[in-house]
């Protein structure tokens, strides 16, 4: 691969006037900015539609898109909105922050009246969009019977429909019909906005990655139309749920609570569940970061009931099995390996044998010791740099963090030759992007040079997070041609 470099920036987070970055003029603005920047890729972050606390690695599909994203200006042009009429809403007063509240109660009704103005003129389109995408009709049934069991999860439906016997889905097909037929209308939107900005995108000569979330929900379509690839019981009820031991970023370790994979049902059906949810992701993203790819090589089992994942124990995954499978079936798809954490040997060995590049997180690099894998110095061709993740602060917030030890900053003040002349995050920066990574990413807070703040997520904890939003402007003409000059300095615009 060529070295090069990225940002990391979710849609969410772009400037809108509607509460939430969208699909829409900003979106097309942040590519051309990229483009100006010498820029080959834009990171994403999962675009599902979101469930419990609003994160996009808890989704109610691993298929669908989020209706949050879907630009509203767009819909407008379209006909399908009359401009007054989605103005006249409360969108949020912050526009550094997202208020979910607002959002699902607002959105829910300006789409609902998109879809009763559109449904039946675009009929025809909506059911071939139907039947190029498998999972389409599932999804919004699953969705308008959740809704018509009070939000409940689906293992607390009346029985026949939980098990998803044929008469009761028959049965609720017809009872049901306005309401499926709403929630494909919000994906055939959706997607034919997602696919504009991709194209868009594309012709600015950059690539995007997504994440892939190494679980799904219990709370999801996923596991509603195929329990028999998770461990659940007779009454579907979760077994052991997933999670990862004490580490990092939480002393009692993090209890995710999704429920965890029967990897030999998935070996007798060939991976076909794996093939089916890559192969939707390849329709959105250019390269797949697999999200916690430790799990492949051995995954933490939490007892279902637990409080805290502590008492958790590690069991083996499918390792290489699987990763033929993907890597042979997509042979022109990129994929990373997220293989941060408390790795074995047994792991290092797998990320290597993948032949996928893993990950070198900065924040993580700088013992004084000098012995972290993390260090520059010590990156592979065939790896990513990033200065850190969603799940990492920010380099101004790491830096001006108390929490961190001392000596730890004062090695990275050493190490990267942190001065008063250049912004201590472009410092950071810089010293990411002198690594013989074949890719280096940075988060565009570091790019702005903002403090925790303008953090992502806190992992381990459940609320407050997914919320930072860029003001309007910040992508400018100035920062565009401050980050090209650093992208030529290192060799990373070729």
């Not at 997202?98 to 039946?120: C, M, P, S, T």
């Not at 998803?164 to 049965?171: G, L």
């Not at 995050?425 to 807070?445: D, K, Y």
Request: glycine share 8%; with cysteine.
């Amino acid at each position: 691969m060529e070295r090069s470099s990225g940002i990391l920036m979710p849609i969410f987070s772009l400037p809108s006037k509607y509460g939430i970055g969208t699909l829409g003029k900003e979106a097309y603005h942040f590519a051309d900015f990229l483009e100006k920047s010498r820029q080959k890729y834009w990171q994403v972050l999962p675009l599902g539609p979101t469930g419990y606390g609003n994160s996009p690695y808890a989704s109610f599909s691993s298929f669908a898109g989020n209706a949050y994203l879907i630009d509203l200006d767009l819909l407008i042009e379209d006909g399908l909105l009359e401009r007054d009429y989605v103005e006249s809403f409360d969108w949020g007063d912050d526009p550094e922050t997202i208020d979910y509240g607002k959002i699902e109660k607002n959105r829910r009704e300006v789409l609902r009246k998109a879809f009763e103005n559109g449904f039946q003129r675009d009929r025809s389109e909506v059911d071939a969009f139907v039947a190029d995408n498998f999972w389409a009709e599932d999804y919004a049934m699953f969705r308008a019977l959740r809704d018509h069991f009070d939000e409940s999860l689906w293992i607390n439906w009346e029985e026949p429909i939980m098990l998803r016997r044929p008469e009761a889905v028959e049965q609720y097909k017809r009872l049901l019909r306005t309401e499926i037929d709403y929630y494909l209308y919000i994906q055939f939107l959706f997607s034919k906005q997602w696919n504009a900005f991709r194209d868009y995108v594309h012709s600015c000569g950059i690539k995007i990655i997504g994440d892939l979330p190494i679980y799904v929900p219990m709370d999801s379509a996923d596991t509603w139309r195929e329990p028999q690839f998770f461990q659940l019981d007779r009454e579907n009820i979760p077994t052991c749920v997933a999670g990862v031991p004490p580490d990092y970023f939480a002393k009692d370790g993090q209890l995710w609570g999704n429920p965890l994979y029967d990897w030999d049902a998935m070996q007798r059906d060939g991976y076909g569940w794996w093939i089916r949810r890559v192969e939707g992701a390849s329709k959105k993203y250019d390269v797949i970061r697999i999200d916690h790819f430790r799990a492949f090589e051995s995954y933490w089992a939490v007892p279902y009931g637990e409080t805290t994942a502590k008492n958790g124990q590690w069991r083996k995954g499918p390792g290489m099995d699987l990763v033929k499978v993907l890597r042979d079936w997509f042979y022109n798809l990129d994929f990373i390996a997220e293989d941060l954490g408390d790795l074995t040997p047994d792991v290092h060995r797998l990320v290597e044998d993948s032949g996928f590049p893993g990950m070198n997180v900065l924040e993580f690099a700088f013992s004084p010791d000098a012995s972290s894998k993390y260090l520059p110095h010590y990156n592979s061709e065939n790896s990513v740099c990033y200065v850190g993740t969603h799940d990492n602060d920010t380099a101004r917030g790491w830096l001006e963090d108390e929490e961190v030890d001392a000596a730890n900053k004062l090695f990275a003040s050493k190490y990267l030759g942190l001065n008063d002349q250049e912004d201590r995050s472009v410092g950071m920066i810089r010293g990411g992007m002198v690594s013989p990574a074949w890719l280096f990413v940075a988060q565009m807070q570091d790019w702005l040079g903002l403090g925790s703040e303008a953090r992502m997520n806190i992992p381990g904890t459940a609320t407050g997070n997914w919320r930072w939003r860029m003001l309007p402007g910040k992508d400018s003409e100035a920062l565009a041609k401050e980050i090209a000059e650093y992208t030529r300095m290192f060799g990373r615009d070729r």
